[in-house]
């Protein structure tokens, strides 16, 4: 049976389209990389669009939790609990001031992230856990982890692959935003991924490959329907959605003024 | 006749028997729990062995947690204080995740494993991280105790268990939980005592009851919780005892509870017995990697008579 969760201004947001909240949450993203302290938005940007329909589908649901584990990516989780009426205030009011509890990587005492992220690797193994839980209890839910490909490096991440194998988790759903870039440069250029779908499929994972920008496509592919736990390597832009940020590896993190982020949400709508 | 169990198969034994009626725990093994293990056999559908993937099974345990289960999560103290430090850190100490941490092979308990498999620690490790009771609790029915507390807790818990030693516990009141400092009762009660022998583990308390059996100057005071918030409950008892205390722990000196103590207690001297500050190199039993290190009743023996400048005519 399916549970409701606690939403914030509800009839506001009650006719947004999945590419209205999207365009929303993109916006919210640039004021909060116009806040003193920047964000890293390169990978928000990329992010973005998996969470707001990973949140459209499953989001509802108490028995689901979707665990943002590419957790420098704060400012899209926290953009997309906005535009969902998950949070209380606006982030990009207080994104990293002192005393706010929107800080640079998620924080669990905000509504809606119930594990803090950020030490890459742990958000996967904590998606399988509540996974786990979820086909002991029978209730149907689902454990939803969106990561990221220089993530992929992490040891972590293959432990995790292989207890979920082992558990036979076809509740699980791995989504990995496949942006191409990492702190220092691109992963091809510092540890590159090679053959991740058939790693993948080494692991007992189905695989759907899909472009991380089309919503009806996220919506389609991020489905358990197999005997299999779900891998979706989403293929998404750094920056997507600002011309001056996409594919650029340098976008990974930066602090923009606020003529500029004016700019830069017009450009978006 | 009974057999007395050591702290592992305790557990072990001891969560089999409470999960026949709370539905909610699960026991989560990383390939160390051996063979004909009892929560296996008897609850087959809540217990899971991870395989060797320590740091995932304990963020796998936090999302156990936040579902409802209580889940107790065990493999040798190395690897679960170690090789999984940063989950722990996280998941259970700065998110506080309802898991139960039990590590078996504290200290050198491994003997001749050798030191890979050596923890002497992780008491420090845990403690820094906060919010994270500690136990080592001494014998099998402290042991129990302890289990069917951390059970009835929403805590996170680092539970500390030796290899194979198999002792009794001290006799404690049955309403009297483990988190009290458990004061063994003396033959002389009005002799003021020179010195209070705290004691962590189950090897030091074995030590410290032998000693305080022979000299009527010591008091023993046993600690089985150790973490921070614990220690600070124990100063008010801790100075009703003695005027001078001494700590006797199988761990380093650095962040061991007497460091921790002398901070609490700054206005007393709180000196450690403990395992010093060289590798445990060689094999042998427990008893026999800790002589090497120095700890045992005679280097304990000696120490005090250092700092009492004698052990007669008291």
């Known amino acids: ?269 | 006749m009974t057999t007395t169990l050591s702290g592992r198969e305790t557990y072990k034994d001891e969560l089999a028997k409470l999960a026949e009626t709370e539905q909610r725990i699960i026991c989560l093994e990383a390939d160390l729990g051996g063979k004909n293990h009892p929560f296996q056999i008897r609850h087959p559908n809540r217990f899971l062995n991870l395989g060797i993937a320590e740091l995932a099974g304990v963020d796998i345990a936090a999302g156990l947690a936040e579902a409802g289960y209580v889940p107790f999560i065990s493999t040798f103290a190395a690897f679960a204080a170690l090789r999984a430090a940063e989950s722990v850190k996280l998941s259970m100490g700065y998110m506080g995740k309802n898991v139960k941490l039990v590590a078996p092979y504290g200290g050198v308990s491994g003997g001749w494993f050798g030191t890979t498999h050596h923890a002497l620690e992780d008491i420090a490790v845990i403690q820094s991280f906060q919010n994270i009771r500690i136990a080592c609790p001494h014998g099998e029915e402290e042991t129990r105790r302890v289990i069917r507390e951390a059970a009835a807790s929403a805590e996170p818990y680092y539970i500390r268990l030796s290899r194979n030693d198999a002792f009794e516990s001290l006799p404690r009141a049955s309403q009297r939980s483990c988190r009290d400092l458990l004061v063994e009762e003396r033959a002389a009660p009005d002799v003021w005592p020179r010195l209070c022998l705290i004691s962590v583990g189950e090897q030091a308390t074995e030590l410290c009851m032998k000693l305080a059996e022979e000299y009527d100057f010591i008091v023993h005071a046993h600690a089985c919780y150790v973490d921070s918030q614990s220690l600070k409950a124990y100063v008010e008892p801790l100075k009703a005892l003695a005027d001078r205390f001494l700590v006797v722990e199988e761990h380093r000196a650095t962040g061991g509870t007497a460091s921790y103590l002398a901070l609490l207690m700054s206005e007393y001297p709180v000196h450690s017995h403990n395992c010093g500050e060289q590798w445990p190199t060689y094999g042998g039993t427990h008893a026999e990697v800790l002589a090497d290190l120095g700890f045992g009743l005679e280097p304990l023996r000696r120490q005090i008579q250092s700092l009492l400048g004698g052990l007669d005519g008291i």
């Open chain 1, 1 to 269: 049976m399916e549970q409701s969760v606690p939403v914030y201004r509800e009839q506001e947001l009650s006719d947004l389209s999945l590419a209205d909240r999207a365009r929303e949450a993109r916006k919210l993203i640039i004021d909060m990389a116009a806040a003193p302290t920047g964000c890293h938005i390169g990978g928000s940007l990329s992010v973005i669009d998996l969470l707001v329909v990973a949140y459209a589908k499953y989001g509802h649901d108490k028995n689901n939790s979707v665990i943002l584990s590419k957790g420098h990516a704060a400012a899209a989780l926290y953009a997309a609990l906005y535009v969902y009426g998950r949070l209380p205030t606006n982030p990009a009011e207080s994104y990293g001031r002192q005393g706010s509890l929107y800080t640079g990587h998620p924080n669990h005492k905000l509504p809606g992230i119930p594990f803090a992220t950020g030490s890459l690797g742990h958000g996967v193994a904590y998606a399988a856990g509540w996974a786990l839980a979820q086909r002991l209890q029978g209730s149907g839910g689902l454990g939803i982890a969106i990561g990221g490909d220089g993530e992929l490096q992490e040891g972590l991440i293959w432990e995790t692959a292989q207890i979920v194998q082992a558990q036979s988790l076809t509740n699980f759903i791995y989504i990995i935003d496949c942006n191409g870039g990492q702190n220092d440069g691109y992963v091809d250029d510092i540890s590159p991924i090679r053959h991740l779908k058939e790693r993948f499929e080494a692991f007992g994972f189905a695989v759907r490959e899909i472009d991380g920008h089309r919503h009806d496509d996220i919506f389609s592919a991020i489905t358990t329907d197999s005997d299999k736990p779900l891998a979706v390597l989403a293929r998404t832009v750094k920056g997507k959605g600002v011309a001056a940020l996409e594919g650029n590896p340098d976008a990974h993190y930066a602090k923009i003024p606020a003529n500029l982020a004016r700019r830069w949400k017009v450009s978006l709508s």
